[in-house]
């Protein structure tokens, strides 16, 4: 953004430069693997969760542009976004893999006792992730220079009540995309962790832009 | 006493995994870097409408190439297909960094092209500003590209070297240090 928009042409020119060499280097060493089957075979299955992510990641884009509205240039938010966005992501990340693996050694089922530790499995990192949610508030008024105790409290609730919408949610749907995944056939590398962290990161906006607006 | 015992079990059960998540999201803690690095170039943001439009879904983007690239070595480790070493490896290695070259670019022009659709509408963007979103769509891209990919291979070995087991430790570490270098790239070209 810098050299883009820098004041003389230079910087324009540059970036167009690193996107020219970018694209001839990708051009050839795409027409090195274009005859391999497992490459082809990774480019469509990847295709189709492009074009979801893309769609949902954008969709993400619209919420945190509005959230940059709301919050104006205050730097707590923008300090926490990145941690927050990944750490629901890799709550998901953890329910799925640990959902597929279940699958594929057939321990998932109905059984009180199995339904109990699972429970458990996805208890544990939720909880993680508040104790998390907490320790970034804590580090972002710090660095962010949030001095009120209102401000700080306020502060710490929006992104708990972030949390909560965040990973009941991401939760849920993780468990369903490895459980349809794992139904269809489909390789769980090119499914299961793309989709999962673009729903995460859509979802962990939309959760901070409603905490915001309730609080 | 059979559900004293239960309980305990239970308790000790959720103890150990309540650690282990724990540790693996703690990774996230350096979030907060490329947080800092976004919210130190705030100004820079304010240059055009659509560039807080377009961080999430290159950071996601960026995550999910590095996802599938991450799984796909680990997975080629564990199975022999590939070397530990970073010159003269298997055929196999150079199709898997082939392919995620080419998703790179494929990914880079979609984002591209989505984001200057929903800005058009939402924003009421021009053609400058679609030739500007795709070039540092790109630029941003092509670079992270150039030393995330090379620092993803670098844990993978590591990881594996040590023992550890590569699924586990590799997208953690590399989706975080992806994230920071992803922003410092985005900010500054």
Redesign the interface.
Known sequence: ?????ATTLFG?YT??I??L???V???Y??F??LR?R??LK??RE??L???L??????????F??K??HIIG?K??I??????????V???G??IG?TTTTKLALGSLNALPNTV??YL??I???W???I??FI??SI??SF??GINAETHFIRFVSQLLITNVLAVSLITSLSFLIAVLTYKRGWDP??FV??LE??LA??IT?ISLLIALMIL | MSTLSSFSLMGSNFVKKYGQSLLSLSFNLFGILAGTLLALNLNVLSLAEWSFMLFPGILSVRGSIGGVLSARLSTALQLGTIRVSFLKNTRRFHIIICTIVLLTLESSLVLGVFSSFFTTIFLNTSFNDFLAIQSVITATMGLSLLLISPLTYAISIMSFKQGLNPDVVTYPIISTVADVLVTLFYVFF
Request: aromatic fraction near 14%; include cysteine; hydrophobic fraction near 50%.
């Open positions: 953004m810098k050299l883009y928009f324009t970036v167009w690193i996107c060499i970018f694209f280097l990708a051009l060493f795409s090195q693997v391999e497992e490459a990774t480019v990847f295709s969760t492009l074009i992510v893309v769609f949902i990641v954008t969709i993400t884009g619209t945190f542009e959230i940059s240039l730097p707590e923008y300090l926490v976004y990145p941690a927050l966005i990944d750490t992501g890799d709550v990340s953890i893999s109990q530790r458990i499995e208890s544990s990192p909880i993680a992730s104790t998390l320790l970034y580090i972002s660095i962010g590398d090119n962790i793309p962290s673009a990161d859509g906006t």
